[in-house]
């Protein structure tokens, strides 16, 4: 008796599963990719526009920089906080800038929209490499903040300019803004040819000021960015990057060279995820983020040498992030949860899923162009096979999953309620134009209630390995959005909806 009851129970929650999936089973890419772009209205930073359609949302943080007397107003938080934390920012843009480039022609209506949300950080990125020799960091003292629950129009926290330069060097942080300000300005090149221009000069300088001086902004600017945003994985990788997008925008042989020479460079560093030494950054083929850019390297360059031979180490390297992803690769190095979401280590998972989604989709248009596939072993992957797998992520995580729940918020019937999001879960100012205090805002926080303001786009960290989701602000690894997840979904939804029943789910 007691084994046909757990044999129902179980067949109950199969069937439960696979309604949950049914139910989701057609997604709405269009109306998905035009919230995923919303979003980045709700982490503006400065004076709004009129244009503004997140209205919940008012001017911020209007005397940034004044501390050093540059005007540095404008930009984005990065999560749930109220910080300006230029590393990862600098990263949202270029992958911004990345999707507009690959799938801007399939965005319809939503390209002005994702455009404007690539020129609110350009125009903030040139305000922050404006004095020479030197570069902006980050804006806000990020402990103090934490320990506020505040709406970023009620800020009273110090904003503290963190500035690296020739004494006390950034090169990680300065080399991922000219990987920006490269990147967009290729965005721009046929929209606005002035700005275009602009951008790519002032990407020339802050890359050879990256370059020359070289260090670590861990060191430089501390405690001001560690914990939060360390750089564990070296600079190293984001001057290849920077000079990546710099050889895209130019064909100038001296970036080939330089990426090359860095990419088989010798000095050894410390992975954090495994605690291996590596040689090279070419060993670090599967690591791409805000933090480590080698799997985004290798995508990017394989696209500039075209139907360069399977021989070339850029390619190699891109097959073998390809064959560390696929589910039935025998030299698969991420793990997938029972309902199919792809995971690695650390939290926020989804930044991970949306990112190496983006490199699979890009990666696939390449093979295409050179008419080829890749070889994992015995498995063979073909273009389509690659478009699959993304899109089996991107289902997942629009709801198509065992909870039924969109992971998106303000998407599908069933979305989290509760993230961890500042602006989010306090009332808005039209509804409560009296200032809120540093803590003030804690019973807000610590309330059951569904956040009041509906941060639309927004994508959370994600459930946990066994597709299990806490709606709770507490649970920030799960329920923190940040832009940096939303930014490579933008160019995956820009496919999916040109191309929305095209490949079968994974």
């Known amino acids: 008796m007691v084994k046909e009851a757990k044999a129902r129970a179980m067949l109950l929650l199969l069937g439960l599963i696979v309604m949950n999936f049914l139910s989701v089973a057609s997604q709405d890419y269009g109306e998905a990719l035009s919230k995923c772009i919303l979003f980045f209205e709700g982490q503006r930073s400065g004076k709004l526009p009129s244009t503004q359609r997140m209205n919940w949302r008012e001017d911020s943080a209007l005397q940034d920089g004044s501390d050093i007397g540059v005007d540095l107003t404008g930009g984005y938080y990065d999560a749930g906080d109220n910080i300006k934390f230029n590393f990862p920012m600098a990263f949202t843009t270029t992958l911004l800038a990345w999707s507009v480039l690959e799938f801007g022609q399939l965005m319809g209506t939503d390209m002005k929209y994702a455009v404007d949300a690539i020129r609110w950080s350009t125009d903030y990125f040139m305000k922050a490499t404006s004095v020479p020799g030197s570069v902006v960091a980050q804006i806000g003292e990020p402990i103090n903040d934490h320990n506020c629950w505040e709406r970023p129009e009620d800020m009273d926290t110090q904003r503290t300019t963190y500035v690296v330069n020739q004494t006390y060097p950034g090169s990680e942080v300065s080399a991922e803004i000219a990987a920006a300000l490269t990147a967009s300005s290729l965005v721009f090149k046929t929209i606005d040819s002035e700005y275009s221009n602009l951008l790519l000069q002032r990407a020339f300088q802050v890359f050879d000021f990256a370059d020359k001086y070289q260090g670590s902004y861990d060191s430089s600017v501390g405690p001001g960015v560690c914990p939060f945003y360390c750089d564990s994985n070296g600079y190293k990788d984001e001057l290849a990057w920077g000079a990546s997008w710099l050889f895209k925008a130019t064909n100038d042989n001296k970036y080939w060279d330089y990426i090359q020479q860095i990419m088989n460079s010798s000095k050894s560093m410390v992975i954090t995820r495994t605690d291996d030494v590596v040689n090279s950054l070419r060993d670090s083929f599967t690591e791409f983020g805000w933090d480590s850019k ?25 097959d073998k992030l390809v064959c560390s992803i696929l589910p039935e690769s025998p030299t698969k190095f991420v793990t997938y ?12 998972n989804l930044q991970h899923t949306t990112a190496l989604s983006f490199l699979l989709l890009v990666y696939s248009r390449y093979l295409e162009q050179s008419r080829r596939v890749v070889k994992c072993g015995n498995v063979v992957a073909t273009p389509t096979r690659l478009v699959a797998v993304a899109k089996g992520q991107v289902d997942y995580i629009l709801g198509r999953n065992p909870l039924g729940m969109s992971y998106m918020v303000g998407y599908g019937n069933k979305y989290p309620q509760r993230i961890h999001h500042r602006g989010s879960t306090l009332p808005m100012i039209q509804n409560h134009p009296q200032h809120i205090g540093c803590k003030e805002g804690t019973p807000y926080f610590e309330s059951n209630n569904p956040n009041p303001n509906v941060l639309v786009g927004a994508i959370v960290g994600g459930p946990d390995i066994n597709d299990q989701y806490v709606d709770d602000r507490l649970n920030v690894s799960q329920s923190e959005p940040t832009t940096y997840i939303n930014a490579p979904f933008v160019g995956v939804l820009a496919y999916l909806k040109a191309h929305p029943s095209k490949y079968a789910i994974s």
């Open 337 to 348: 949860s029972a309902g199919g979401l792809l995971f690695k280590p650390g939290s926020s």
């Open 294 to 318: 080698q799997g985004g390297i290798n995508v990017l360059v394989s696209g500039l040498v075209g139907n360069g031979s399977d021989q070339n180490p850029f390619i190699q390297d891109a």
